[in-house]
């Protein structure tokens, strides 16, 4: 993750400013959210910042990348990494995705670690555990999705994980109802030292445009696709056409497939799944721009791209 010292000076349009609140008392930081595949860490970060900034599935592996997320408030500024869940590496997209977990762990104030307390104790929460214990940083437990667990059995996960290492607080939560996000951010200020502002108060991720309508297109396709579908599934954002006295975006999308049977799935009967993936991502995009957007989808068939380094360096790492 970027060091504080290594943060470019943040160039403000005549509509941004600093935090006016911003003083003596202010504080501000980096703070890293780590977790098992479909924990909750990108419904989390969505609500704390009320903004849509990271994808978010039933599916594992959705999140790809570090993303970060920034809150303001009138006590401080928070910068969140949401990061690709935690598992074991089997294409060179998996293990470039691990390697942006432990680059977000670099350079950081505070970690939030997250676990599903609706998912049995496997291997993936062990390797957690021992990340957690190797960096040995101030430490966050969020036991999340307690919306959908008796109270009688909150107790004893609470205290098994306390058993397991020092943290700095356990805090049960609800990311997908909102339960205890007021309390978490209380207690993420209470952790942070005092500093600087680094980002405008109306800024809430460092994200480019192109790359938010690229996310919400693919995440159209993992929700409207099978479930074997969305690891083999990319999509390679060709034109953003923006002008501020034109109307309308035009945005034109590639979505990328690994085989053809792959293709007809994204495209549908009469190319009515692709229709439908196009029209809700549109919305999505129209929200986040502010005006009416064109989309241009277009499903190619891309053999063994997880495993392509060349292709991978282009498409992702360009982000």
């Known amino acids: 993750m970027t060091a504080k ?16 609140a911003e003083g003596p008392e202010f504080k501000s930081g980096f703070v890293t959210l780590i977790g098992r595949p479909n924990s909750g860490k990108s419904t989390l970060l969505n609500h704390l910042l009320g903004e849509k900034v990271s994808i978010v599935s039933d599916k594992p592996q959705t ?3 570090k993303i970060l997320g920034i809150h303001t408030r009138a006590e401080g ?21 691990m390697r942006a977990v432990y680059d977000a762990l670099e350079g950081i104030d ?38 959908l667990l008796a109270k ?22 609800s990311a997908l109802k909102g339960d205890n996000l007021d309390l978490l951010l209380e207690q993420i200020l209470k952790y942070l030292p005092r500093g600087p502002a680094y980002f405008p108060d109306s800024q809430f991720t460092d994200s480019p445009e192109r790359f938010l309508a690229a996310e919400m297109v693919r995440e159209k396709v993992v929700r409207h696709t099978e479930k074997e579908l969305p690891y083999s599934t990319i999509v390679v954002l060709n034109r953003f056409e923006e002008d501020e006295e034109a109307p309308m975006v035009r945005i ?20 009515q799944k692709l229709k439908t993936i196009g029209t809700a991502a549109r919305k999505d995009i129209e929200r ?5 957007v064109y989309l241009d989808l277009f499903v190619k068939v891309r053999p063994k791209w997880r495993d392509d380094p060349r ?5 992702l790492e360009a982000r």
Do not use: W
């Open 152 to 173: 009688a059995r909150l107790l004893p996960i609470m205290d098994f994980y306390a058993r397991q290492f020092r943290f700095a607080e356990i805090i049960p939560v």
């Open 5 to 20: 010292e290594d943060l470019p000076v943040q160039v403000l349009s005549s509509g941004d400013s600093l935090p006016k």
């Open 311 to 315: 292709f991978l360096d282009n498409e």
């Open 288 to 292: 986040l721009l502010g005006k009416p």
């Open 110 to 147: 505070l970690l939030l670690a997250m676990v599903d307390v609706t998912a049995a104790f496997g291997s993936g929460d062990r390797y957690l555990l021992e990340l957690i214990r190797q960096r040995n940083l101030p430490t966050l437990l969020l036991l999340n999705k307690i919306d």
């Open 252 to 271: 034109y999308c590639d979505i990328c497939v690994e085989r053809e049977s792959q293709r007809k799935i994204v495209i549908g009967r009469q190319g």
């Open 63 to 65: 999140t790809r990348h």
């Open 77 to 97: 500024q928070i910068v969140f990494a949401d990061t690709p869940g935690i598992h074991k590496p089997g294409y060179e997209l998996n293990r470039r995705m």
